[in-house]
T-cell receptor
Framework: AQSVSQHNHHVILSEAASLELGCNYSYGGTVNLFWYVQYPGQHLQLLLKYFSGDPLVKGIKGFEAEFIKSKFSFNLRKPSVQWSDTAEYFCAVNTGGFKTIFGAGTRLFVKA | DAEITQSPRHKITETGRQVTLACHQTWNHNNMFWYRQDLGHGLRLIHYSYGVHDTNKGEVSDGYSVSRSNTEDLPLTLESAASSQTSVYFC??????????????FGPGTRLTVL
């Protein structure tokens, strides 16, 4: 069965530290990849998405993600986190049709 | 601004009762989705609809039903609530223009507790 794995359930960083959140999926065909973020008390919103082309995707608020097809990975990165990045981050994969599979989420806490 | 609203935001009910969670979107999107969010499981798809009078089962549809009588609304009904249905429920929508790969827009969620 198709699945999405997020390796870290909880991450604690200090401001200005670099961030990398892991995401791996299990599907051998064409995929469309997403990272969503849920800030405290807010709706889930799209951070960035990959459909095709350049595997390095840039999103809002300085986030980027790299699609590595050979590793079935789509890791999220940010060079220097801020306190306002405290949120829960979800990786999601669409393999066709209307079904998008979400990972379990990673809760990031950034210490000021 | 277009948005998705959900009501109620919090609900406590008893086992065996019928519960309906409302979802209303003003994006004029054709695709609408219901998910539940549980610790360690992320978001799991309950039901989805890609147009009026269309509904489809997701991966965790047992005990839930939906109906789509207009573009704006997709109410989710728990026929006979069970404690296992205690969860946070999210409604989402997406535009048909880009097909199913498009960004989904989410509502604020409904926290349901079944005692």
């Amino acid at each position: 069965a198709q699945s999405v794995s997020q390796h870290n359930h909880h991450v604690i960083l200090s401001e200005a530290a670099s961030l990398e959140l892991g995401c791996n999926y299990s599907y051998g065909g064409t995929v469309n990849l997403f990272w969503y973020v849920q800030y405290p008390g807010q709706h889930l919103q799209l951070l960035l998405k990959y459909f095709s082309g350049d595997p390095l995707v840039k999103g809002i608020k300085g986030f980027e993600a790299e699609f590595i097809k050979s590793k079935f990975s789509f890791n999220l990165r940010k060079p220097s986190v801020q306190w306002s990045d405290t949120a829960e981050y979800f990786c999601a994969v669409n393999t066709g049709g209307f079904k998008t599979i979400f990972g379990a989420g990673t809760r990031l806490f950034v210490k000021a | 601004d277009a948005e998705i609203t959900q009501s109620p935001r919090h609900k406590i009910t008893e086992t065996g009762r019928q519960v309906t969670l409302a979802c209303h979107q003003t994006w004029n999107h054709n695709n609408m989705f219901w998910y539940r969010q549980d610790l360690g499981h992320g978001l799991r798809l309950i039901h989805y609809s890609y147009g009026v009078h269309d509904t489809n089962k997701g991966e965790v549809s047992d005990g839930y039903s939906v109906s789509r009588s207009n573009t704006e609304d997709l109410p989710l009904t728990l026929e006979s609530a069970a404690s296992s249905q205690t969860s946070v429920y999210f409604c989402a929508s997406s535009d048909i223009a880009g097909g199913p790969y498009n960004e989904q827009f989410f509502g604020p969620g409904t926290r349901l507790t079944v005692l």
